[in-house]
């Protein structure tokens, strides 16, 4: 049982207005992945796979582990594991899973497992590294790879794809152009020699933006079905679906001269009033937070972070605002403030999201 009081809040409602938002940027035939690795991008993978299984073609996750979460949550839609690792093949068939052979050392695993079962025209995805340099084929290994996916029965190619190394980046347009052309050019010739047409998909939430062009047969929505677009504009047509929350467990007088917290990293000049909040660099909150440089909201008024956050706990001064012990405090309830975290921390959003720990009690509005 989770009784933590402190929690983050999914929006149902958000989820589905940021999904029907990029909907309507596509074409009616493209079909639509949600990426759901990470729990979610930090939120609730069961759940929003839940909300969302009947609204999407796909499902993405990184590792086989997560994707066996969903099958034994109920979830039938299909699978695309990102990374699988050869040890997991035969998780990733039991469950019904869909792997990513992204080099030969997978691909020959799989084809062997898939002969030995043996299994009839099993759905893989086939990647190709066109600039990202992480996973993937090259082109140079399209003749190969050919030969070996037409020797076997046993195995279907459901999708052959690639990832924009820098979508999202203007200055970068001549290179995200030049992958998209490199990728139509490799699928061109898998097209013409597989015998099938399997699908195809490269976008990514700031590909769907900038080059709909490039929409193919899928794209594969992530942080975009969370609230973040590419830019500012973006960002503002979107519902932002994580609110974390949490109460004041404690409130001190801080005569001046006295400190807070470890190191004694905060000195107070006057008399201040400090409000203790239980949730700390354990649960997410980033020690670059600490000494005033992140805040909380209690009462619709900011309270800077004021020392250093601790393991479990962080202060916060309330000396101008009306507050009591057992007060609830926003960590963080829109977009903007999730930016501004993550500008502190020289980060991104998602990290923010993401670095949200399991013992933090998830709780899904619909």
Known sequence: MNNHVTVLEISADALQHNLDYFKQKLDSKTKILAVVKAFGYGSESVEIAKLLQDKVDYFAVAYANEGIVLRE????????????????????????????????KILDAFLQLADEAPLMNYP???????????????HTDVPVLLTQLKQSNNIKVASVFSHLAASEDANEQEFTVA????????VKQIYEHLGYEPMIHILNTSGIVNYPQAQFDMVRLGIGLYGFGNNEQETSQLKNTHTLKSIISQINIVQPGETVGYNRAFTANKETRSATIPIGHADGIS????????????????????GNVCMDMIMVDVTKIDCKEGDDVILFNHQ????F??????????????????RVKRLVNN
């Open 73 to 104: 949550a109920g979830v039938k839609t299909p699978i695309l594991v990102l990374h699988p690792q050869i040890q997991n093949l035969k998780e990733i068939v039991k469950h019904r899973l869909e792997p990513n052979l992204y080099n030969f």
């Open 124 to 138: 893989v995805h086939i990647k190709f590294n066109t600039g990202l340099n992480r996973l993937g084929f090259w």
């Open 179 to 186: 992958q998209i052309n490199n990728f139509a050019y490799i």
């Open 287 to 306: 020690r670059k937070l600490g000494n005033e440089n992140g805040f909380v909201i209690i009462n619709n008024q900011a309270a800077p972070i004021i």
């Open 336 to 339: 903007q403030h999730i930016e």
């Open 341 to 358: 975290m993550a500008h502190k921390c020289e980060t991104i959003p998602y990290e923010i999201l993401t670095a949200i720990s399991q």
